[in-house]
C-alpha cells in the first residue's frame, strides 16, 4: 500500500482502510497519505458492512461535492485480509448511483505463500 501510495498518480486519492478485529493495525502502517483517509472498522466489507461501504461512499461523493473535502480523483480500498473482492465490486458495479459517479480501474490481491 505504502509503494502505491508513493506513486505520483496516487496523489489526490482518497483512501479507505477496513479494520477487521478487536484492534485496528493497518490504518497506522500507511507511512504516507497526501488525501483523506477513513478507517472503517466496523466489520468486513464484503459481508457484514457493505451498506457501511455504500454510506462511505454516497458521504464522500457529497462531501466532495459540497468542498467540504478535498477533491479526489480516485478512491482506494484497503480491505482486511479476510474480505472476499467478488461482494466489494459487485457492490460498487451494481449500485445505482455508483455505478453513475465510479469506474473501477483495478483490483490488486496480495497472496502470502507461506
Given at each position: 500500500?505504502?509503494?502505491?501510495?508513493?506513486?505520483?498518480?496516487?496523489?489526490?486519492?482518497?483512501?479507505?482502510?477496513?479494520?477487521?478485529?478487536?484492534?485496528?493495525?493497518?490504518?497506522?502502517?500507511?507511512?504516507?497519505?497526501?488525501?483523506?483517509?477513513?478507517?472503517?472498522?466496523?466489520?468486513?466489507?464484503?459481508?457484514?458492512?457493505?451498506?457501511?461501504?455504500?454510506?462511505?461512499?454516497?458521504?464522500?461523493?457529497?462531501?466532495?461535492?459540497?468542498?467540504?473535502?478535498?477533491?479526489?480523483?480516485?478512491?482506494?480500498?484497503?480491505?482486511?485480509?479476510?474480505?472476499?473482492?467478488?461482494?466489494?465490486?459487485?457492490?460498487?458495479?451494481?449500485h445505482p448511483y455508483l455505478a453513475l459517479r465510479f469506474r473501477l480501474d483495478?483490483?490488486?490481491?496480495?497472496?502470502?505463500?507461506?
Amino acid at each position: 500500500m505504502n509503494r502505491l501510495l508513493r506513486d505520483p498518480a496516487a496523489a489526490s486519492a482518497l483512501v479507505i482502510i477496513n479494520e477487521f478485529g478487536e484492534i485496528g493495525l493497518d490504518h497506522l502502517l500507511v507511512e504516507r497519505v497526501d488525501g483523506d483517509m477513513l478507517v472503517m472498522t466496523s466489520g468486513c466489507l464484503c459481508c457484514s458492512i457493505r451498506g457501511d461501504l455504500i454510506a462511505t461512499l454516497e458521504d464522500i461523493l457529497r462531501r466532495r461535492d459540497n468542498g467540504r473535502i478535498a477533491p479526489f480523483e480516485r478512491v482506494i480500498i484497503e480491505t482486511t485480509g479476510l474480505a472476499d473482492p467478488a461482494p466489494v465490486l459487485q457492490t460498487i458495479l451494481v449500485h445505482p448511483y455508483l455505478a453513475l459517479r465510479f469506474r473501477l480501474d483495478g483490483v490488486v490481491t496480495l497472496i502470502d505463500s507461506c
